[in-house]
């Protein structure tokens, strides 16, 4: 992984979800509070800041200052989530350069602090597929739209959404949307 795609990737992202902001707080309106979009630019645009203020030196110091900012800046369920993949994340690179490997350790770490599996609606049902498709080399910008949109019929049974029971169904999940700008974002970069 070289460094400096990845911040680039970071700066796509920060972009990506202040653009999608209302649309992401929209989604969460239909089946939760309706802040992911703010709580998401918040902490992202908290990252750029970061970044640019402590000028992390290795892959692993922008990870763990990613991880930290995120927990500390995001709130809510996502917060301590994305804080989570980037802590697996951070984990990984200090033991391998394969990004497939290194996302599979985010995933670990999300499900062990939500955990959530595949099917309950949130922004598992957007890691899953892609890892696996990463590992298989059939991951495209089109199957990780998708793979965020095929939330929609799904029931959810973790996070506040699961408080509608079936009324979640109909729905895309926002969580889902926000795990797929990050990955769009990252193929965009030439991260992956
Ligand atoms: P909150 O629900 O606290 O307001 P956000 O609105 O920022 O937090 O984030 C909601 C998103 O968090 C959901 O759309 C879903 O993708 C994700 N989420 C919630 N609970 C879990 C969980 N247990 N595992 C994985 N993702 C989850
Ligand atoms: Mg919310
Ligand atoms: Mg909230």
Do not use: C
């Amino acid at each position: 992984m070289e460094k400096e795609k990845i911040l680039t990737w970071l700066h796509l992202f920060a972009d990506k979800v202040s653009e999608n902001n209302q649309y992401l707080s929209d989604l969460d309106s239909a089946i939760g509070d309706g802040d992911h979009g703010t709580n998401m630019a918040r902490g992202t645009t908290a990252v750029i800041d970061a970044l640019e203020e402590k000028q992390p030196e290795t892959v692993t110091d922008i990870f763990k200052l990613t991880a930290m900012t995120l927990i500390s800046k995001v709130g809510g369920a996502s917060g301590p989530l994305y804080g989570s993949a980037f802590m697996g994340m951070t984990k990984a690179s200090m033991q391998t350069d394969d990004v497939q490997q290194i996302l599979a350790s985010g995933l670990a770490e999300i499900q062990k602090r939500g955990k959530a599996v595949a099917g309950e609606k949130t922004m598992v049902d957007v890691w899953v597929p892609v890892v696996s498709a990463l590992k298989e080399n059939t991951l495209t910008a089109d199957s990780i739209t998708q793979f965020a949109e095929a939330t929609k019929e799904l029931q959810a049974t973790k996070g506040r959404a699961s408080y509608l029971g079936e009324r979640s169904v109909g729905h895309i999940d926002p969580g889902a949307v926000s795990s797929s700008y990050l990955f769009s974002t990252m193929l965009e970069a030439g991260v992956i």
